[in-house]
């Protein structure tokens, strides 16, 4: 078996556990009955678009990592490249974004720097928080109780953007010399900002947030999707606004995966815009089932095969 995922099997066996029991949880107090029947009602094929909107967003999301990795020197085999980075949603529910760094050990035996995937990674995070944010804002006018949790991501994105591209911040951090912790901690954060700064122009930082808006988006259409074929009647542009304000404030809350706060804040808007709560809970669990665990089963297929950090063929 592989190491990494003997390793993570504790973990990811619980956070499964702990997430069954709060979806059987919803389940039981929306009526169960009424919940299994809506998804049982679903065709094949309808489960089948749900599943392909997700996929293409992961793929999407690939492509970004890729050319940001290019971007800073590194020509991977894209086969073996896609395997490591769609592995990493493996373990996307265990805590401590064990995925991430799960990415930084196989790619150093291509060559690739930890400060270069802790770059890319924070580059990443920071368009998708940015893509998030304005699909959030679809909802402005409508929910306006989420209105200041959004205002203060917002301020806090932004504020990291200034100071991620600000010339001196690496320097700041890698300054001061000496052989301690500390000190090596902050000269990786250092090698780290200076990668993401350089991916944080504005030609990348645009076709970054551009590549999240797809892939999220389509994610979002999936729970657009899923909320209709339900039977709430959701329009377009509230209900991709839904979706990325339960992401955004499920990732927010740190728990992995936004497990419980994501599918509380989902359910919760969706039964404000009119469904009944055992709609609200069967869309709320099926679209989770189709973005959040299929990519930790997808993850789980491309880990397998990952048997060790290879060296690249020569």
Do not use: C
């Not at 973990?11 to 809506?38: C, K, N, Q, T």
């Not at 890729?66 to 990493?88: F, M, S, T």
């Not at 064990?98 to 990443?124: M, Q």
């Not at 969706?270 to 709609?279: F, I, Q, S, V």
């Amino acid at each position: 078996m592989n190491a990494v995922l003997q390793r993570s099997r504790r973990p990811l066996a619980l956070s499964v556990v702990a997430a069954a029991g709060v979806y059987l949880l919803a389940i039981a107090l929306a009526d169960g009955s009424e919940v299994w029947e809506r998804l049982r009602a679903l065709s094949p094929g309808a489960v089948a678009v749900l599943l392909a909107l997700p996929t293409f967003g992961f793929a999407v999301r690939f492509v970004r990592w890729d050319v940001y990795l290019r971007a800073l020197g590194h020509h991977l085999p894209r086969p073996r490249h896609a395997r490591i980075y769609w592995a990493g949603f493996a373990l996307t529910t265990t805590p401590g974004k064990v995925g991430e760094n799960l990415r930084a050990v196989y790619l150093r035996a291509y060559g690739v720097p930890v400060a270069h995937s802790v770059g890319a990674f924070v580059a990443e995070r920071l368009g998708d928080l940015v893509a998030m944010l304005f699909l959030s804002g679809l909802t402005f006018g409508l929910l306006e109780r989420y209105s200041a949790a959004v205002a203060a991501t917002s301020a806090l994105t932004v504020a990291l953007l200034v100071a991620l591209r600000s010339p001196g911040l690496p320097d700041w951090l890698e300054g001061g010399g000496g052989t301690t912790l500390l000190a090596r901690v902050r000269r990786m954060a250092g090698h780290g900002v200076a990668a993401a700064r350089d991916l944080l122009g504005t030609r990348l930082l645009v076709a970054g947030v551009a590549i999240a808006l797809l892939a999220w988006g389509a994610e979002a259409l999936t729970f657009v999707l899923a909320a209709r074929w339900i039977g709430v009647d959701l329009p377009l542009g509230v209900g991709m606004g839904v979706f990325a304000l339960g992401t955004l404030l499920g990732a927010v809350s740190m728990l992995p995966g936004g497990v419980g706060p994501t599918e509380a804040v989902m359910g919760g808007l969706l039964m404000l815009a009119g469904g009944t709560a055992a709609e609200a809970t069967a869309a709320t669990v099926l679209v989770r089932a189709v973005t959040l665990w299929w990519a930790v089963a997808l993850g789980m297929v491309a880990l397998v095969g990952l048997t060790g950090p290879e060296e690249p063929a020569r």
